[in-house]
Nanobody
Framework: QVQLQESGPGLVKPSQTLSLTCTVS??????????WDWIRQPPGKGLEWMGV???????AYSPSLKSRTSISRDTSKNQFTLHLSSVTPEDTAVYYC??????????WGQGTQVTVSS
Protein backbone atom coordinates (compact mmCIF):
# COMPACT_ATOMS: atom_id res chain seq x y z
CA GLN A 1 0.00 0.00 0.00
CA VAL A 2 1.31 3.42 -0.94
CA GLN A 3 1.51 5.88 1.91
CA LEU A 4 2.67 9.48 2.04
CA GLN A 5 3.34 11.26 5.33
CA GLU A 6 4.04 14.97 5.72
CA SER A 7 6.22 16.19 8.56
CA GLY A 8 7.45 19.57 9.68
CA PRO A 9 6.73 22.46 12.00
CA GLY A 10 3.16 23.36 12.74
CA LEU A 11 4.04 26.96 13.56
CA VAL A 12 6.37 29.23 11.63
CA LYS A 13 7.17 32.89 12.21
CA PRO A 14 6.71 35.44 9.44
CA SER A 15 9.74 35.90 7.17
CA GLN A 16 11.11 32.46 8.02
CA THR A 17 11.48 29.53 5.65
CA LEU A 18 9.02 26.68 5.94
CA SER A 19 10.34 23.21 5.21
CA LEU A 20 8.03 20.21 4.98
CA THR A 21 9.14 16.68 4.21
CA CYS A 22 7.05 13.96 2.61
CA THR A 23 8.10 10.41 3.42
CA VAL A 24 6.87 7.86 0.92
CA SER A 25 6.40 4.15 1.48
CA UNK A 26 5.17 1.51 -0.91
CA UNK A 27 6.39 3.43 -3.97
CA UNK A 28 9.75 4.75 -5.07
CA UNK A 29 10.01 8.44 -5.89
CA UNK A 30 12.37 7.52 -8.72
CA UNK A 31 9.99 5.12 -10.47
CA UNK A 32 9.47 6.21 -14.04
CA UNK A 33 6.58 8.49 -14.83
CA UNK A 34 5.51 9.21 -11.28
CA UNK A 35 5.31 12.83 -10.17
CA TRP A 36 5.30 14.07 -6.60
CA ASP A 37 3.38 17.25 -5.90
CA TRP A 38 2.81 19.67 -3.09
CA ILE A 39 -0.68 21.13 -2.74
CA ARG A 40 -2.06 23.36 -0.03
CA GLN A 41 -5.45 24.55 1.14
CA PRO A 42 -5.71 27.84 3.03
CA PRO A 43 -8.60 28.12 5.48
CA GLY A 44 -11.87 28.70 3.70
CA LYS A 45 -10.26 28.43 0.25
CA GLY A 46 -9.73 25.84 -2.43
CA LEU A 47 -6.76 23.67 -3.20
CA GLU A 48 -3.68 25.41 -4.54
CA TRP A 49 -1.03 23.55 -6.50
CA MET A 50 2.45 24.62 -5.41
CA GLY A 51 4.94 22.53 -7.31
CA VAL A 52 6.21 19.13 -8.35
CA UNK A 53 9.32 17.02 -8.44
CA UNK A 54 9.38 14.35 -11.09
CA UNK A 55 10.81 10.84 -11.00
CA UNK A 56 13.78 12.26 -12.89
CA UNK A 57 14.40 14.94 -10.30
CA UNK A 58 13.21 17.80 -12.47
CA UNK A 59 10.98 20.38 -10.84
CA ALA A 60 8.24 22.83 -11.73
CA TYR A 61 6.53 25.47 -9.64
CA SER A 62 3.40 27.57 -9.57
CA PRO A 63 4.18 30.92 -11.19
CA SER A 64 2.69 32.74 -8.22
CA LEU A 65 5.02 30.96 -5.79
CA LYS A 66 8.05 30.28 -7.97
CA SER A 67 10.22 32.98 -6.45
CA ARG A 68 9.77 31.53 -2.94
CA THR A 69 9.48 27.80 -3.57
CA SER A 70 11.85 24.94 -4.12
CA ILE A 71 11.45 21.18 -3.91
CA SER A 72 14.32 18.79 -3.25
CA ARG A 73 14.56 15.07 -2.64
CA ASP A 74 16.57 12.44 -0.81
CA THR A 75 16.32 9.25 -2.82
CA SER A 76 18.12 7.23 -0.14
CA LYS A 77 15.28 8.02 2.26
CA ASN A 78 12.53 8.09 -0.38
CA GLN A 79 11.59 11.60 0.72
CA PHE A 80 10.96 14.91 -0.95
CA THR A 81 10.93 18.28 0.73
CA LEU A 82 9.15 21.57 0.13
CA HIS A 83 10.92 24.80 1.01
CA LEU A 84 8.86 28.00 1.10
CA SER A 85 10.76 31.14 1.97
CA SER A 86 9.65 34.50 3.36
CA VAL A 87 6.39 33.14 4.70
CA THR A 88 3.52 35.41 5.67
CA PRO A 89 0.22 34.70 7.44
CA GLU A 90 -1.26 34.15 3.97
CA ASP A 91 0.81 30.95 3.80
CA THR A 92 -1.22 29.48 6.65
CA ALA A 93 -2.77 26.32 5.22
CA VAL A 94 -3.02 22.57 5.30
CA TYR A 95 -0.19 21.23 3.18
CA TYR A 96 -0.45 17.96 1.30
CA CYS A 97 2.03 15.82 -0.58
CA UNK A 98 0.53 13.80 -3.38
CA UNK A 99 1.51 11.17 -5.92
CA UNK A 100 0.51 11.79 -9.53
CA UNK A 101 0.91 8.99 -12.09
CA UNK A 102 -0.15 11.20 -14.97
CA UNK A 103 -2.91 13.76 -14.93
CA UNK A 104 -4.70 12.52 -11.82
CA UNK A 105 -3.75 12.18 -8.17
CA UNK A 106 -3.97 8.72 -6.71
CA UNK A 107 -2.45 8.88 -3.23
CA TRP A 108 -2.49 11.78 -0.79
CA GLY A 109 -0.82 12.36 2.52
CA GLN A 110 -3.12 13.12 5.44
CA GLY A 111 -2.09 16.76 5.36
CA THR A 112 -0.30 18.87 7.90
CA GLN A 113 -1.50 22.18 9.31
CA VAL A 114 0.98 25.03 9.13
CA THR A 115 0.26 28.32 10.82
CA VAL A 116 2.33 31.41 10.17
CA SER A 117 2.20 33.70 13.17
CA SER A 118 4.52 35.68 15.37
Amino acid sequence: QVQLQESGPGLVKPSQTLSLTCTVSGSSITTNYYYWDWIRQPPGKGLEWMGVIAYSGSTAYSPSLKSRTSISRDTSKNQFTLHLSSVTPEDTAVYYCVRRPSTWYDFWGQGTQVTVSS
